[in-house]
């Protein structure tokens, strides 16, 4: 057997993996309602005027849709990252600029804040996040520091006393102007490079904290970015989370939890945009009849629905590995190439499926204001962020070749 065939024997998904429980679709089919009703009415203003709806966590919260893999003595529902991954997928059918800002807040601050803080910290921060009163947003990339996010890490974090001071910046942080929490990663000691991070929780009003610009952006307009500033930000040193010089190990899971999470943002969009051409094709006229009656546009449609399908298979597979991670671990092996493969396949098909979906609706989909062109906007980003692409390559084959190497 060779290293490759041994790899895939032992990835295979487990039997059943591809189809989702009863609950899972009530999950699913909840999320999609609540989007339907509830969120998508906010996503044309949002993208026109990049405006942020401050009742929206609020009823996102009440519905019990944050929180999804908090316990729920800490209030959240006590679920897992698959259902949180439907959530996500349900939102971003009907408005993706806040399904970009509830992973921000729910994954990558919240879930972060449970996997890793003290059980003060969690009492402490997660009730709020949890209903949706207060915003959570994470603080890693830095201006000089995208792809390397560790290695070229700028901002610092001194102790003095019971406090630990903060001083640099972060870029292209989403939920950045509107966050209440921050969840952020400092050097705590230079000399370890990597493995001297540490991650604080930062609360918005702390003196040397401020919001240096709103960011406006192609596409998720109305997800608030911004560029965020520490200028002698004094943190407790309570709010250390998971003990000084361990944020790489935060880092890295909270990577693979990332990616996973990303992917069921392309599901979302782009089950929307073909459900969208489909109707489009169906009703649009041209020389006498629907132009969905024409082969090439059914080949565009065709192509789109395999696409969309191969996704979410590949989706709900990485979702169901990546869920263990919740106790820990990540940044390495099996589960880091699995997200990693997940989210380049997800946006890239995501990219590819607009495309058709634009081509489809002609001069239509070319003007700004229409949800296909909203939708098209979106795709970029997914190619970009939680790691480009090219990273996401390099993970892949560094993880095959090593793996080779040692079956060789």
């Known amino acids: 057997m060779s290293a490759v065939d041994s790899w895939m024997q032992g990835n295979a998904a487990p039997e059943g993996a591809f189809d989702l429980t009863e609950e899972q679709r009530t999950i699913l089919d909840q999320a999609d309602r609540f989007g339907r009703n509830e969120l998508y009415g906010y996503s044309e203003r949002m993208d026109a005027e990049e405006w942020w709806p401050e009742d929206a966590f609020p009823k996102i919260g009440d519905a019990g849709l944050f929180g999804v893999t908090i316990p729920e003595e800490f209030g959240g529902a006590g679920l897992d990252l698959a259902a949180a991954g439907l959530v996500l997928q349900g939102f971003s059918r009907w408005n993706h600029a ?32 949890c209903s949706g009163r207060k915003i959570g947003c994470l603080g890693l990339t830095e201006p000089g520091a995208g792809s390397d996010a560790l290695g070229s890490m700028r ?19 989403t939920n950045g102007p509107v966050a209440d929490i921050l969840l952020v990663y400092a050097m705590t000691d230079r000399a370890r490079g990597a493995h001297g991070i540490s991650a604080f929780i930062v609360e918005k009003d702390y003196p040397g ?41 935060v880092v890295m899971s909270g990577l693979d939890l990332e990616r996973a999470m990303i992917s069921p943002i392309c599901l979302g969009v782009a089950e929307r945009a073909l459900e969208l051409s489909i109707e489009y094709a169906k009703t649009r006229q041209q020389f006498g009849k629907p132009i969905g009656s024409f082969q090439m546009v059914q080949s565009m449609i065709a192509e789109m629905y395999v696409a969309v399908e191969t996704m979410r298979s590949f989706t709900y597979r990485t979702l169901a590995a990546a869920a263990p991670l919740e106790i820990g671990g990540g940044g390495r092996g099996d589960i880091h190439m699995l997200t990693a493969a997940s989210v380049m396949y997800a946006a890239e098909a995501c990219h590819q499926v ?18 296909i062109n909203r939708l098209f906007r979106s795709t970029k980003l997914l190619e970009i962020g939680a790691g480009t692409t090219e990273v996401r390559k390099l993970i892949i084959a560094g993880e095959l070749l090593k793996d080779m190497k040692r079956h060789g």
């Open 155 to 173: 901002t610092t974090a001194r102790r003095e006393g019971d406090t630990y001071v903060l001083n640099g910046s972060k870029i292209f942080i």
């Open 98 to 129: 806040l399904a970009l800002s509830w992973v921000a807040h729910d994954n990558l601050c919240a879930n972060n804040i449970y996997r890793n803080g003290n059980d003060v910290q969690r009492r402490k921060y997660l009730p709020d996040l």
């Open 354 to 371: 607009l495309d058709k979906a634009v081509q489809i609706h002609g001069g239509s989909g070319y003007i700004w204001e229409s949800e």
């Open 209 to 249: 904290f401020k919001v240096a610009q709103k960011l406006t952006k192609m596409g998720y307009r109305g997800s608030q970015t911004a560029e965020l500033v520490f200028d002698e930000c004094r943190v407790p040193a309570e709010n250390l989370v998971g003990g000084e010089n361990a944020g790489v190990a």
